[in-house]
């Protein structure tokens, strides 16, 4: 008799974690488990198409494309994959016209549906490119002309947090390099930008640790310490006069060896040579990407 594996024998053996599996089984039907009285049943037919799986999507795949595939066609794909991300994606210009359209008359159940099918259709890497920095900015720029309101504004805020939120924790990585705190100072709370960061450093196989916006500087160095983080990365939007400050204090209350990593369009203008410990200017995502794959390799 063939050996069957219950669910939870299968997350440690695949790397995936169990509401990753239930999404994989219960959304796309990428495997189909026997059931019984013990629950789910796995054969080694399934752990191998779940290996298969897991490493097409850890290179780029969106699983919505490819788990209707046969094995021979995911061994295929994996025999053509390139070793290094890609280059950002171009973005299609009509890709978020659904969306945005549904945004206009305030029907969020059709701005959630267009949502959940480009996550659907892409991978999450150009989930974050193609359709959640966009659409920041898209929303952004018509918040600032007049043309969206507020309420607006805070509606695809709240969407995309949701959708960020659950993709970083199905994606995050099995077995990560290091771990990175993810916040925002005293004072900003935008958290857009750290959110995609963090979704972005775990499919590099960092785990993020997301704080969330708006800590003071002892509590995001506490979380750091707490959790053996070996990165603190943390989003400035909008430059305050207590924004400095507030680095300076972090930088000096952060373990030993910890690195600081300051992003978003409000850091230009602040001075990070004199925090006493290795600080990374992040530029754009992109950069955040390269500094995860520099920091893995000097591990």
Not at 8 to 28: F, H, M, N, P, Q
Not at 71 to 91: C, F, K, T, Y
Not at 105 to 110: A, E, I, Q, S, Y
Not at 215 to 239: F, M
Request: glycine share 8%; with cysteine.
């Amino acid at each position: 008799m063939q050996t069957r594996y219950p669910i939870r024998a299968v997350a440690k053996i695949t790397g995936l974690s169990l509401d990753t599996l239930r999404a994989w089984e219960r959304r796309y039907k990428a495997v189909v488990p026997e059931r019984s009285d013990r629950g789910r049943q796995y054969g080694p037919e399934h752990i191998e198409r779940l290996l298969l799986l897991n490493e097409l999507v850890q290179k780029g795949h969106a699983i919505g494309g490819i788990a209707s595939r046969s094995d021979e066609e995911l061994r295929g794909l994996l025999s053509e994959q390139p070793n290094q991300p890609g280059p950002v994606p171009a973005r299609p210009a009509d890709m978020l016209a659904p969306v945005l359209a549904a945004i206009q008359c305030f029907d969020t159940v059709r701005a959630s549906d267009e949502l959940s099918r480009l996550a659907a259709v892409l991978n999450p890497r150009d989930l974050v490119y193609e359709v959640a920095v966009p659409l920041m900015f898209e929303v952004g720029t018509r918040w600032h002309n007049g043309t969206l309101a507020v309420a607006q504004e805070h509606l695809v805020s709240h969407m995309l947090r949701t959708l960020l939120g659950n993709m970083m924790r199905l994606f995050r990585p099995s077995n990560p390099a290091i771990k990175m705190v993810l916040a925002t100072p005293a004072g900003e709370s935008h958290e857009l930008g750290i959110l995609a960061a963090g979704m972005l450093a775990s499919l590099g196989g960092v785990e993020p640790v997301y704080l969330g916006p708006n800590l003071p500087a002892r509590e995001i160095a506490d979380a750091a310490r707490a959790t053996s983080a070996k990165v603190v990365a943390v989003g400035i939007t909008v430059l305050l006069e207590t924004t400095q400050e507030e680095l300076r204090t972090l930088a000096a209350a952060l373990p030993e060896g910890v690195e600081l990593w300051v992003g978003g369009a409000g850091s230009t203008g602040l001075d990070l040579s004199n925090l006493g410990r290795k600080t990374a200017w992040i530029k754009d995502l992109l950069a955040l990407e390269n500094e995860c794959r520099r920091r893995k390799t000097d591990l």
